[in-house]
């Protein structure tokens, strides 16, 4: 879930020292440094200069750009928001269009019924480790970009689907596909079991778009979009799915650490609270960089990637890499990457997508 937090309360040296303290201020933006672009300091009746408040409208209006822009690639967000909590509403109502969750950092009673934490609750949240799931499970299973085909899917799961099994998937559900809809119904059902992990890919943001009456591309309303209502697909379906995806997973398993994220990244994310969801989706560097490389060469010993979003280099899975890449275009007749781990090895297990595919036509991801 990506997460915005409103500090306020107390005077803006308070709140700034907090910050600064928990070292977030790169995180931050505060109201008050809005007030000061539309005016200096103003005299009040006890004859000491304060910073000016008249001009607030035009203050907020800034501030909601800029916090909209941020979350738009998923920051992690900070609000300095002032002496009182005034604004609130309209933050809180811009938060919910693009799927935060809010949360109050207030040095005085909050008013809202958002989730009110202190400075012991947020460190928690920063300095969180990854969870250990030996024991809970005999085999992971990581899957690749679907894209709306459910052949291969259908193949996969039959062969390889147990409660015992940890199931992730890399994000990319839709798109592209010729059985977005059927995709959809065996998705639906599957991200409510306690065994199955949906990680956020850059196609999943076209719901969110198509939620919140923002454009999205042509392929998905002409395409994806009519075969999805044609599956039961509506706006609660939709949230739903939504609100089971994560954009980073981190984990441990056997003794082998794990990090899971759609788009590849150079190296172990060290403070996963704080990533922004944009290189989640979309990676890091350019198409052609050699980022899984990266990886093996930035990451410590232990440590493993998988993901999924774009192969311009055509890796496959080999014995001795530290860093899987699942994307196979399968939407275009390729395989559906897939991958599991048992403790001791990893398995190549993906399945050549024999039915429906389209043509390709240019770049796959």
Not at 149 to 174: E, N, T, Y
Request: overall charge neutral; glycine content about 10%; charged content about 25%.
């Amino acid at each position: 879930m990506l997460q915005l937090f409103l500090v306020s309360g107390s005077t803006e040296a308070d709140r700034h020292s907090f910050l600064a303290d928990l070292g977030l201020l790169p995180w931050a933006v505060s109201m008050d440094s809005f007030r000061a672009l539309y005016s200096s300091p103003m005299m009040t009746r006890n004859a000491r200069l304060t910073q000016g408040t008249q001009h607030d409208e035009l203050a907020l209006s800034k501030l909601l750009e800029v916090v909209e822009h941020r979350m738009k690639y998923g920051e992690t967000t900070f609000i300095n928001l002032g002496d009182d909590a005034r604004h609130s509403d309209r933050i809180r109502k811009l938060a919910g269009a693009w799927g935060y969750e809010v949360s109050d950092i207030a040095f005085c009673e909050a008013e809202s019924a958002s989730q009110t934490i202190g400075a012991s609750g947020l460190s928690e949240r920063l300095m969180a480790t990854p969870e250990d799931f030996t024991g809970r499970f005999r085999e992971v299973v990581f899957v690749g970009d679907i894209h709306g085909c459910v052949a291969p899917l259908r193949r996969l799961l039959s062969k390889q689907f147990d409660r015992d099994k940890l199931f992730i998937f890399v994000g990319d559900l839709f798109d592209r596909g010729p059985e977005n809809g059927e995709v959809f119904k065996i998705m639906r059902d599957l991200v409510e079991l306690p065994n199955v992990k949906l990680v956020s890919g850059n196609h999943e943001l076209h719901l969110r778009s198509w939620l919140n009456k923002r454009s999205t591309s042509g392929e998905f309303r002409n395409n994806t979009l009519p075969q999805l209502f044609k599956s039961g697909f509506n706006r609660q379906a939709a949230e739903r799915l939504l609100s089971k995806a994560i954009n980073l997973l981190q984990f441990s398993f056997k003794g082998a650490r794990f990090q899971v994220t759609h788009g590849a990244l150079a190296g172990v994310v060290t403070e996963p609270f704080l990533f922004p969801g944009y290189q989640c989706w979309r990676g890091v560097g350019k198409r052609l960089d050699l980022i899984d490389e990266a990886f093996e060469e930035n990451a410590e010993a232990g440590w493993f990637q998988v993901h999924g979003h774009s192969n311009a280099q055509g890796r496959v899975i080999t014995p001795g890499q530290r860093s899987f890449n699942l994307e196979s275009s399968v939407e275009f007749g390729g395989k559906l990457s897939a991958l599991s781990y048992d403790g001791s090895r990893f398995k190549d297990i993906s399945v050549k997508n024999t039915g429906g595919s389209k043509v390709k036509k240019g770049k796959a991801a």
